[in-house]
C-alpha cells in the first residue's frame, strides 16, 4: 500500500525528466502555479494580437486615405482641361462677341458633362413620374389635370451616381383637385 499523499501525484516534467533531487519540480505538483504560467502565457499572446489589430487598422486606415487622395488627384486632373475652356470662355467677354461667348460657354458645359459621364453620373428627369421622397424633393404643390403626387415641373435637375441619388430633383408635384 503505497503512503504518498494523493495531492502530490506525480506529473511529467516538461524538459522531459524530474528535477535533479529525483523528484518533480514543485511548479508541476502546484496547480496554482500551473494556472497563472497559462494565464500568463494567453495574456502574452492576447496582448500580442491586440497590437497586431491597432497595427492592422492603423495601415487600413492609412491606404484608405492614400485612396481617397489618388481619387481626388484624378478627378482634378480630369476638371482642368474645363478650367481652361472656362478661362478661354470669360476672355471672350473681353471681345463681347455674343457668338465666341456662347460657343465658350457651350463648350465648357460640354466638356464638364463628358466628364460627369465618365464618372457614371446620370440626369435624374422625374417629369411625369410620381413624386419619390428619395429621388425628389418637393418645392411646390400645385392643382393640376395630372394625378396627384405627379411630377408636374423640374425646378432644378437631380443627378445620379450608379443608382444613388448625388442630388435630388427638385420638382412641383400636383397636387389634389383641379
Known sequence: MSTQDPTE???PAEDGG??????????E????????????EHLDTLRRLAAEFDN???RVAREHEELRERAA????????PVLDDLERALAAFETSEKEAIADGVALVHRALWTLLEREG??????SGEAFDPHRHEAL???????PEGTVIEVIQKGF??????LRPARVVVAGGGS
Open 29 to 40: 505538483l502546484d496547480p496554482l502555479a500551473r494556472a497563472e504560467r497559462e494565464r500568463d
Open 73 to 80: 488627384e484624378r478627378l482634378l486632373h480630369d476638371l482642368l
Open 140 to 146: 411646390l404643390s400645385q392643382p393640376s389635370d395630372q
Open 160 to 165: 445620379l451616381l450608379g443608382d444613388r441619388v
Open 9 to 11: 501525484e506525480a506529473l
Open 56 to 58: 492592422y487598422k492603423k
Open 18 to 27: 524530474e528535477a535533479a533531487s529525483g523528484e518533480p519540480a514543485a511548479e
Open 121 to 126: 453620373v446620370a440626369e435624374l428627369d422625374p
